[in-house]
């Protein structure tokens, strides 16, 4: 055998060795996805709800309900998260493994911002009080308040307290920033989560890990 047909039959060898091991890994790429991944999308239970003007996506297991919604705030991406324990075991959250990855129009990901590094812009200041119509002596907030106050009945020790709200106290709980925390049995956890920002991400993918499973949620992000 010549030189040269040696050649060809190696390469024939070779091309044919290297497509059997491409279909190799193609198939068992296919068979070793890791099925702790749960993905918000069409195919999935996952479903958009609007809650205190906010979109959120929700996915819902037989563990565990995860809602997300996200905005930008300052120089910050923001996530408002909720997480419910369906399980009969407590578990712990740790917002600093929670991250943004941006997958258009360059990839790369956003790190967590701890609540101690945020600097964020002030709040906008509360509208200014109607002045008093001419002649008539505005009163005082306190005063009326004081007056109000003395003049009620004594509150008996039995009385109930008020109850409160419950879309008021779920809007107050979004609104403080998640801390690392234990969520026991039928609980659940609320609050803002702040990453870095990249002003040119168009396709963003929340990704958050809780309880040994990994939740994603892809977003469009608005300029």
């Known amino acids: 055998m010549t030189i040269l047909r040696k050649l060809s039959l190696a390469a024939t060898i070779g091309s044919a060795t290297l497509s059997f091991a491409a279909g190799i890994s193609k198939d068992t790429s296919k068979i070793i996805q890791p099925d702790n991944i749960i993905v918000c999308e069409s195919s999935a239970a996952c479903e958009t709800k609007t809650i205190h003007g906010r979109i959120y996506k929700v996915i819902n297991t037989p563990r565990l309900t995860i809602m997300v919604a996200v905005s930008h705030e300052g120089n910050y991406t923001r996530a408002d998260v909720s997480v419910i324990n369906h399980t009969d075991a407590p578990f712990t959250i740790t917002p600093d493994d929670f991250r943004v990855e941006v997958v258009t ?24 009080a109607a002045p008093a119509p001419a002649g008539q002596t505005p009163t005082a907030p306190f005063a009326h308040s004081f007056v109000a106050q003395s003049s009620a009945p004594a509150a008996d020790a039995r009385t109930p307290a008020p109850e409160v709200d419950d879309a008021v106290a779920d809007k107050a709980a979004i609104e403080q920033n998640l801390e690392p925390t234990s969520i026991a049995p039928n609980q659940e956890t609320s609050g803002r989560v702040y990453f870095e920002r990249d002003k040119h991400a168009h396709l963003v993918n929340v990704v958050l890990p809780v309880a040994g499973l990994v939740f994603e949620f892809p977003y469009a992000m608005k300029k």
Not at 108 to 124: D, E, I, Q, S
Request: hydrophobic share 45%.
């Open 105 to 128: 129009p360059k990839p790369k990901v956003l790190a967590y911002v701890p609540p101690a590094n945020l600097v964020l812009p002030a709040p906008p200041l509360p509208p200014a």
